[in-house]
Nanobody
């Protein structure tokens, strides 16, 4: 069974940057990053197809960049100009190319605070 393992995240001051990584243990199709703030629903932050097409939530356009390395089955989220409202638990999501199951990473906390 394919697993997603996340790394990165932590505490950063407003205006700072962080990079998240998510490595899959097997072959996957589209990948994406979601986030969930306290008492809010989980929302899509950014997505990327296997071919490299991307989409972003309006709130992060121009600040976040999603990318992937297909050879490593890894997706990245570069987050710049971070704001306190970006504080949330971030989850990566991917669909297994063998089983078509939707997979989730373990989640990582991102806190933007001075």
């Amino acid at each position: 069974q394919v697993r997603l393992v996340q790394s990165g995240g932590g505490l950063v001051q407003p205006g700072g940057s962080l990079r998240l990584s998510c490595a899959a243990s097997g072959s996957i199709f589209g990948m994406g990053w979601y986030r969930q703030a306290p008492e809010k629903q989980r929302e899509l932050v950014a997505g990327i197809t296997r071919g490299g097409s991307t989409n972003y939530a309006d709130s992060v356009k121009g600040r976040f960049t999603i990318s992937r390395d297909n050879a490593k089955n890894t997706v990245y989220l570069q987050m710049n100009s971070l704001k306190p409202e970006d504080t949330a638990v971030y989850y990566c999501n991917a669909r297994s190319s063998s089983t078509l199951d939707s997979l989730w990473g373990q989640g990582t906390q991102v806190t933007v605070s001075s």
